[in-house]
Every structure is written in structure tokens, then in C-alpha cells.
């Protein structure tokens, strides 16, 4: 297999993507509102309105699950502070896990899928290039714009969050830190590759980019599931969550990719005309 010949299919996919709202457009504007609006809200709000009650009323079942450095760094804040501090640092952390999903699904469902709405699928499998190639340019021209879209997300979330609360802590910023490094390089990949794995098997399947958006959106579902039990405080942002993480997102790409050439059947996919 030749990096060449899938950087080829990366160039030429990336040209089609380039010019189709309906693709860029979710990929910029989800982001925006997870990375801007909803920090400026959780900041800004508290301080114009002011916070009634103590920091363990506001934040109850979350606080009671956080790691006791954490929560002796929150008891000593008034209500204020420990709300932005413990919303900024642990209860967005989730929403990072939805914008690599989103965007990886979005690209990857106009791979195979786009292919078939534009009547360029039979011209693309008649190359000569390997199948092995072929699937890697698609998986790149969907893993690198998402990856970027989310490191870039992260810094400005990390402005946004730094801006907006660095009054409430005398001059010191929340972010980045170590938790959140390792959370943004170690899972966000992971996480892009399984949604664009799960995403490309039902392109190959599908009539048309609608359809495998739509059946693609379902992979949003289990990151969702995790930010209400976050809210609830079923669970929390930390160390040994993000390892599990890494551990399960690995297996899962790797069963994905064994079923991904496994229903990649250039023939099959001629013969019936996608």
C-alpha cells in the first residue's frame, strides 16, 4: 500500500468537502456553541445575576463524586467560584467527546455515500488503486479536519473558560492542565477513528449521504448517555475514566476496522452500482 495513492483520494475528496456547506456548516457551528456560548453563559450569568445557595447545594451529586483534592480545592470557594470552576473542568469535558463524533460522522458519511449521490462511485473503484487505499484516503480526508476541528475547540475553549473566570481566581487560569491534555490527545482520536470506522461500514451501505448521516447521528446517543450521568454524578471527569477511555476506544476501533474491510467488497459495490 502506497501513502501516495491515499493521500491522492485525501486531495481529491478534500476539494468536494471544501465546497459543501452542508457539510462544513454543522462541523463550525457545533463547536462554536459548545466552545463560546455555553462557557460565556455558565461564567457570565452567575456574575451578573449572582448564585444563591452554597457550593454543595449547586453542585450535589457531582461534587459528592469528585476526587477529594478536588473537593477540598471546591470548599474552600464561595458558591461562584466552585460553579465555574467544577462546570469548566469537569462537566464540559463530555461535550469534547460529541465534536470529534459529529464531525468525523458528517465527513465520513459523504465518503462512499457522497460518492453515489455525485455518480463518481464506479469512476472511483475502477482505479487502479488498492483497496487499502482507498479506505485510508477516506478515513483521512474525515480524521484529520476533525481532529483539527477539535484541538482547535479546545483552545478556544481554553480562552474562552481563561477569560471569562480569571477574576473569580485572583489571576490564576483553569486551563489547560494535565487532565485535560490527556483527555483531548489520548481520547479525541480514538473517538474521531470509531465514529469515521462505524460511519465509512454504513456509507458502503447506504443510497445516499442523507441516509448515512441520519443512521450515522445514532453514535451521538452513548456520548450524550455520558453527560447526563456526569450531570446525575454517576460518573466523573478524571484520571482513571480517561484510561478506561483510551483502553475501550482502542478495542472498539480495532473490531471496527476488522468489520470495515471486512464489508468492503469493491466488486459487490460495482456490480450493483453502490
Not at 449572582?50 to 470557594?77: R, S, W, Y
Not at 464540559?92 to 460522522?105: D, E, Q, R, T
Not at 480569571?166 to 487532565?179: I, Q, T
Not at 466523573?236 to 476488522?258: K, R
Amino acid at each position: 500500500m502506497k501513502l501516495g495513492n491515499a493521500m491522492l483520494v485525501f486531495l481529491k475528496d478534500w476539494k468536494e468537502i471544501r465546497r459543501n456547506y452542508q457539510v462544513l456548516a454543522p462541523i463550525i457551528f457545533v463547536p462554536l456553541v459548545f466552545t463560546t456560548v455555553l462557557p460565556l453563559i455558565l461564567v457570565l450569568v452567575p456574575s451578573l445575576v449572582g448564585v444563591p445557595g452554597t457550593a454543595f447545594q449547586l453542585i450535589g451529586p457531582i461534587f459528592e463524586n469528585l476526587p477529594p483534592e478536588v473537593k477540598a480545592a471546591v470548599a474552600g470557594m464561595g458558591a461562584e467560584e466552585a460553579m465555574v470552576y467544577v462546570f469548566a473542568l469537569y462537566f464540559f469535558a463530555p461535550f469534547f467527546l460529541i465534536i470529534p463524533i459529529m464531525a468525523s460522522s458528517v465527513l465520513a458519511s459523504d465518503s462512499f455515500a457522497g460518492e453515489k449521490d455525485r455518480k463518481t462511485l464506479e469512476a472511483l473503484l475502477a482505479t487502479p488503486l488498492k483497496d487499502g487505499e482507498l479506505l485510508l484516503g477516506k478515513i483521512l480526508v474525515s480524521f484529520i479536519p476533525s481532529i483539527l476541528v477539535t484541538f482547535a475547540s479546545f483552545g478556544v475553549y481554553c480562552i474562552v473558560v481563561d477569560l471569562a473566570s480569571v477574576l473569580h481566581f485572583g489571576g490564576e487560569v483553569l486551563l489547560p492542565n494535565a487532565l485535560w491534555l490527556l483527555f483531548i490527545f489520548g481520547v479525541t482520536p480514538l473517538v474521531a477513528l470509531a465514529g469515521i470506522g462505524v460511519t465509512v461500514i454504513i456509507s458502503l451501505r447506504v443510497k445516499g449521504y442523507r441516509e448515512a448521516q441520519q443512521m450515522s447521528a445514532i453514535l451521538i446517543a452513548p456520548v450524550l448517555a455520558l453527560v447526563f450521568a456526569e450531570v446525575g454524578g454517576a460518573i466523573i471527569f478524571g484520571p482513571l475514566m480517561i484510561l478506561m477511555m483510551i483502553g475501550i476506544f482502542a478495542l472498539v476501533n480495532a473490531i471496527v476496522l476488522v468489520l470495515g474491510i471486512r464489508h468492503f467488497h469493491r466488486e459487490e459495490l460495482l456490480t450493483r452500482g453502490g
